[in-house]
């Protein structure tokens, strides 16, 4: 993982020499990060899209064969057969792209390991737009100036990343089946975590990816729906 971080920490610092600015680089680097992981994201839309259409048809199956589970199970490989459809295929691009969101997220926890020398980033400036330290989190603003204007501050950018978050639950929960809500819950509750106890530039890192996720799914959605196989029979 050293290498990835290396690697990020080195791309992230040519940002940096260019723009002059760590906040802006934080978000030219989120940019970056989308745009290197659009080809693995794109076959995971496809997956979302393709499930979308098959789910309804799913449902029907397990009522039907709600007492059943053998006959569901032949059902459902028959139905994904139908649509040339691989339940994987989803899964393979989100694995894939794990690591390389774990090695940009390590870079952005410490920064002054992996884009500048500790000397550096001394002298970094940590303001950016209403943020007054891109190193604090909102909990250690709490703990320095109390339930105060900068704190309020503080939670824009978290509170932003909550609702994005809750915005792609709802785009992606319309791709797959209805029974996600614990792990959403869950997923929600994780990302406000992480956004209220974690420095303020990685809240904006997480926020930029989520809306870059948000809109990479409906232009794909809107205008590359996947061309579907000529079905009969709806896997009946």
């Given at each position: 993982?050293?290498?990835l971080y290396q690697i990020f920490g080195s791309i992230l610092r040519l940002i940096y020499d260019f723009v002059q600015s760590y ?160 792990m959403q819950l869950f997923m929600t509750a994780f990302i406000a975590y992480v956004g209220f106890t974690f420095s303020q530039g990685?809240a904006i890192y997480w926020t930029l990816q989520t809306a870059l996720g948000l809109v990479q799914n409906w232009v794909q959605d ?15």
């Amino acid at each position: 993982m050293n290498f990835l971080y290396q690697i990020f920490g080195s791309i992230l610092r040519l940002i940096y020499d260019f723009v002059q600015s760590y906040g802006w680089s934080i978000v030219l680097f989120a940019v970056f990060a989308k745009i290197i992981m659009i080809p693995l994201s794109i076959k995971q839309t496809k997956s979302m899209q393709m499930m979308k259409v098959i789910n309804p048809k799913l449902q029907e199956l397990q009522k039907k064969y709600a007492s059943n589970k053998e006959k569901l199970n032949e059902e459902t490989t028959k139905l994904y057969q139908q649509y040339n459809y691989n339940p994987l295929s989803g899964c393979l691009p989100l694995l894939i792209q794990f690591p390389i969101i774990i090695g940009l997220f390590g870079v952005l926890r410490e920064p002054a390991k992996w884009v500048f020398t500790a000397a550096e980033y001394a002298n970094v400036s940590q303001q950016f737009l209403w943020i007054q330290n891109l190193t604090l989190s909102p909990f250690d603003v709490y703990k320095a100036d109390g339930f105060s204007l900068i704190f309020i501050l503080s939670l824009i950018i978290p509170a932003v990343s909550v609702i994005l978050t809750v915005v792609q639950q709802k785009q992606t929960t319309q791709a797959g089946p209805n029974n996600q809500k614990g792990m959403q819950l869950f997923m929600t509750a994780f990302i406000a975590y992480v956004g209220f106890t974690f420095s303020q530039g990685l809240a904006i890192y997480w926020t930029l990816q989520t809306a870059l996720g948000l809109v990479q799914n409906w232009v794909q959605d809107k205008y590359f729906a996947p061309v579907l196989p000529d079905v009969k029979g709806g896997g009946k």
